[in-house]
């Protein structure tokens, strides 16, 4: 059970050629009143950026260049777990656990494992190389799809811990955005042996009774998250509730599940009016399509279910407290889909070191600002009691 196989990715064409069908057929609605993006992905947009799904995006090419990385595959606690595993060819590499988060996958990083690997090659440091682990949460993508209740944040991180086990890592830091700042803060609490350290950047910040009166930047952030959480929670309340009704909408049309995703891409970034001002346009196709290949939107959705179905409720899974051993380093993009208070995060945070504002990038830091975040990662992991 614990063996370690290898794995690439390799779509049959008839499946490739049932997407281009489908795309094809797709039966469209009427556009909606008002202003573009108000009410959802605008209809003209969304008509070209599928042609071009269906007659421009090359997805042999993309699957090419995924598998241009080492993939394995793992079954950890009954579940066949995905991930990437590319070792740095310095001697005094140290491991990196990188955790995706919805609606993600490990090909949100593929732009900053050569520069966390092999910096030498990348106008760095060698001292600052890792070896890095990059798996995909249970239910996305190319890992398997949990048949039991029960896989919430925490079960994630324990298989998390035993992945790095297997791998033969005795020491390593742990960094994720979205679930993947969940998901690294709780393999801290539930490995504190082996987490040098966890950075994230992503993080809830709830004020607490006593918090007072906020000053101005604060207040500014507080209000973004009161009117996110009016206008722009949909989509998790859908997913933490109904994930099995949802998902025959978005396993039957890929125009649906496209949709659904590219949203978050353009209200989460730092773009300008469409969401390829801040990401590749192909990359975030290739992240759609493994969605779509491999069926996933039901049993991503259902993570959201687990995680918010637990003894804990919502606001404690995502805003802790988060008592770690380790110290935790965060990195705050300005059009995230959440802005982090700091002194409020001190509070939550009692091994909080690290703290970086920067002035651009949103929620998808590794697509949008690879170079940020790897700068980032490197300069909270030097300080690390490895």
């Known amino acids: 059970m614990t063996r370690i196989r290898p794995f690439e990715v390799h779509i049959p064409q008839r499946d490739v050629d049932d997407l281009h069908r489908r795309l094809a057929a797709t039966r469209w609605p009427e556009q909606g009143p008002g202003a573009e993006w108000e009410r959802?992905?605008?209809?003209?947009?969304?008509?070209?950026?599928?042609a071009y799904w269906r007659n421009g995006y090359d997805w042999r090419a993309a699957e090419a260049h995924l598998n241009s990385f080492p993939q394995f595959i793992t079954e950890i606690d009954g579940v066949d777990v995905h991930f990437l595993h590319v070792r740095s060819p310095e001697p005094g590499a140290r491991p990196l656990l990188l955790t995706h988060g919805w609606p993600g996958s490990p090909v949100e990083f593929l732009d900053?494992?050569?520069?966390?690997?092999d910096p030498a090659s990348h106008g760095g440091d060698p001292a600052d190389a890792f070896h890095v682990v990059i798996?995909?949460?249970?239910?996305?993508?190319f890992s398997g799809a949990p048949t039991e209740p029960g896989w919430d944040t925490e079960r994630v991180a324990r298989a998390w811990a035993e992945l790095m086990c297997r791998l033969g890592y005795g020491r390593y830091a742990a960094q994720g955005g979205d679930w993947g700042s969940v998901i690294s803060l709780r393999t801290g609490l539930v490995d504190p042996?082996?987490?040098?350290?966890v950075h994230v950047n992503m993080l809830v910040t709830v004020p607490p009774p006593d918090a007072g009166e906020p000053d101005a930047a604060d207040a500014e952030r507080l209000r973004f998250a009161a009117a996110f959480e009016e206008d722009g929670a949909g989509w998790r309340h859908i997913q933490s509730t109904r994930p099995q009704t949802l998902a025959y909408a978005l396993t039957d049309s890929p125009v649906g599940q496209l949709a659904w995703i590219w949203e978050k891409f353009w209200e989460w970034t730092d773009s300008g009016k469409v969401p390829e001002d801040a990401v590749d346009r192909d990359r975030v196709l290739t992240n759609a399509s493994v969605y779509w290949f491999t069926a996933?939107?039901?049993s991503s959705a259902q993570f959201y279910f687990e995680s918010n179905h637990t003894t804990e409720n919502f606001v404690r899974t995502w805003g802790g407290p988060w008592p770690l051993e380790a110290p935790v380093g965060v990195a705050s993009f300005p059009r995230d889909a959440v802005r982090a208070v700091r002194r409020y995060a001190e509070g939550i945070l009692p091994s909080l070191t690290h703290w970086t504002e920067f002035d651009a990038g949103g929620h998808f830091a590794a697509l949008e600002r690879p170079d940020d975040l790897v700068r980032d990662v490197r300069a909270f992991c030097r300080t690390l009691d490895w």
């Not at 798996?135 to 993508?141: K, L, N, Q």
């Open 193 to 197: 042996g082996h987490v040098a350290g």
């Open 296 to 298: 996933t939107a039901g």
């Open 135 to 141: 798996p995909s949460i249970p239910g996305y993508g």
């Open 112 to 117: 900053v494992v050569g520069p966390l690997t």
């Open 40 to 50: 959802g992905v605008p209809l003209g947009y969304l008509r070209e950026l599928v």
